[in-house]
């Protein structure tokens, strides 16, 4: 049994794969996962999950995530998030030859992908207005959830801030304005694709597989794949793609 761990900026994520790549997978709060798991140790914050009882030995666990560079995991390999995601994506669809679109919590990627190996990537992690926590505060101040908000992409008000604060002062103007909850979240979701279309012009592809936890809003799904013409695959666990590409990068550096 192997383990990967992303250490997400909203959720940790943790895959344990078999040698027959049967996984189990969990989830945690990121907040909660490291008051539970971790503690600063001589000046450095450090997660302990052999505590959590995963079922791993040895140079067993790889990790990645958005906290990678500030958190040390104990016992555990390092790897780029790109370099996990891209093996992720490509373990739950079974291609290769397509572009990656991953949305976290606060942060994006887009990389391009042909036979199997990484072409080019690019990243944005400067600005959240493309992110998980852009669509939880304009689903907020619309006092909807994330999961109706996922539903509407027709007649989309137009919004103009790039900014995710910003950007909830503009939303609640239009409320005020008079215009349509649907309408409302429909611009919110054409936002998010206004802001990733430039990096996903420049790594093209027929196909593009979404994954991250944004992958859930099915309306953004619609729009990207109206847009570019591309076919949109969002896999089963697409908030995964990271941990489960770990794995995979640890059974592949154990049999070099």
């Given at each position: ?17 078999g040698e027959?790549h049967s996984?189990?997978l969990e989830s945690?709060d990121t907040m909660?996962?490291?008051?539970e798991y971790?503690?600063?140790?001589g000046g450095q ?5 052999m505590?959590?009882?995963?079922p791993?030995t ?7 995530g958005y906290?990678r560079q ?9 790897i ?20 990656l ?16 190996n990484l072409?080019?990537f690019?990243t ?14 304009m689903a907020a ?6 999961d109706e908000?996922?539903?509407y992409?027709?007649?989309?008000v ?5 900014c ?9 103007g239009?409320?005020v304005?008079?215009?349509?909850i ?7 979701n ?6 990733i279309?430039p990096m996903l012009?420049?790594l093209s ?5 979404f994954t991250g ?6 309306a953004?799904g619609?729009?990207i794949?109206e847009n570019?013409?591309a ?5 089963e666990?697409p908030?995964f ?5 770990c794995?995979?990068?640890t059974e592949m550096?154990a049999?070099?």
């Amino acid at each position: 049994m192997i383990a990967g761990l992303d250490l997400g900026s909203r959720s940790v994520k943790v895959a344990l794969m078999g040698e027959d790549h049967s996984l189990r997978l969990e989830s945690y709060d990121t907040m909660k996962f490291y008051k539970e798991y971790g503690k600063n140790t001589g000046g450095q914050f450090v997660v302990d999950v052999m505590s959590m009882n995963l079922p791993v030995t040895g140079e067993a666990l790889t990790a990645t995530g958005y906290g990678r560079q500030s958190v040390k995991v104990k016992g555990a390999r390092v790897i780029p998030e790109i370099k996990a995601h891209v093996l992720g994506a490509a373990f739950l669809t079974g291609l290769s030859d397509f572009t990656l679109l991953d949305l976290g919590g606060q942060d994006s990627k887009v990389a391009l992908v042909r036979n199997g190996n990484l072409v080019d990537f690019l990243t944005n992690d400067k600005c959240a207005a493309s992110t998980g926590r852009y669509l939880e505060n304009m689903a907020a101040a619309l006092n909807i959830s994330l999961d109706e908000l996922s539903r509407y992409y027709l007649s989309p008000v137009e919004l103009t801030s790039t900014c995710a604060i910003f950007g909830e002062s503009e939303l609640i103007g239009r409320v005020v304005e008079g215009c349509s909850i649907p309408s409302l979240a429909a611009g919110v979701n054409h936002s998010i694709y206004k802001r990733i279309r430039p990096m996903l012009a420049k790594l093209s592809s027929d196909t593009i597989v979404f994954t991250g936890g944004v992958a859930r809003n099915s309306a953004l799904g619609r729009i990207i794949g109206e847009n570019t013409g591309a076919q949109v695959i969002v896999p089963e666990n697409p908030e995964f793609a990271g941990a489960i590409g770990c794995c995979l990068d640890t059974e592949m550096e154990a049999a070099r």
